[in-house]
Every structure is written in structure tokens, then in C-alpha cells.
């Protein structure tokens, strides 16, 4: 079992930014980020795919930037130019990849980001 801790929620007026970061108590192959809007289904914002590459939601391309420290080991989301749609709860991924395929079986509790116009 694989526990995740997420921090650096908060709000912030449109334009600002925030650092999200996730502390997990082991290290994944698979590990990204997620967010859900109140009324919305969740939706993959940064994740890492079978490939090893990383795949951006096209609304946040150019504004936000996964990254990780592997030694921690804790994933980070920079999220830059922030806009009021960028409103929801975050969380963090991660798990193991079987049968050729990222399976997010670990979830954390979630930061909640919310930006004012």
C-alpha cells in the first residue's frame, strides 16, 4: 500500500501560481497528477504514461510542469498562469504498471486549489 500526502493547495488570484507536492512513502512507476471540479468528472491533468512519457491535459499545457525527486521520493506540480478554471481538488497518483499499462490504484486525500478572477 502506497501512501500519499498532498500540500500546497490554496488560493491565489488569476495569473498567480501555486506548488503542489506530493510525499509518497515509495516509489512508482506510475505517478501523476489528477483534478476533479465540483459537478465535473476527474480528469488527468499530468500523468505519466506506459512509455515513460508525460501526458498534459491541452488546458494546462504550457502552464503547469510535472516533475520529481526520485530520492524522496515526491512528485510536484508547478502550475503558472493560473485561471479560474484551474479550480478544483488535486490529487496525486500513483501505482504500479502492470500488463503493459499504468494502473493509479493509490490515490491521495486531495489539496483543493482555487483561483478568483
Known amino acids: 500500500q502506497v501512501q500519499l500526502v498532498e500540500s500546497g493547495g490554496g488560493s491565489v488570484q488569476a495569473g498567480g501560481s501555486l506548488r503542489l507536492s506530493c510525499a509518497a512513502s515509495?516509489?512508482?512507476?506510475?505517478m501523476g497528477w489528477f483534478r476533479q471540479a465540483a459537478g465535473k468528472e476527474r480528469e488527468g491533468v499530468a500523468t505519466r504514461k506506459e512509455s515513460g512519457r508525460i501526458i498534459y491535459a491541452e488546458s494546462v499545457k504550457g502552464r503547469f510542469t510535472i516533475s520529481k525527486d526520485n530520492a524522496r521520493p515526491t512528485l510536484y506540480l508547478q502550475m503558472d498562469s493560473l485561471k479560474p478554471e484551474d479550480t478544483a481538488m488535486y490529487y496525486c497518483?500513483?501505482?504500479?504498471?502492470?500488463?503493459?499499462?499504468?494502473?493509479?490504484?493509490?490515490w491521495g486525500q486531495g489539496t483543493q486549489v482555487t483561483v478568483s478572477s
Open positions: 497518483a500513483a501505482g504500479p504498471l502492470s500488463w503493459g499499462s499504468c494502473q493509479y490504484k493509490y
Open positions: 515509495e516509489d512508482t512507476y506510475c
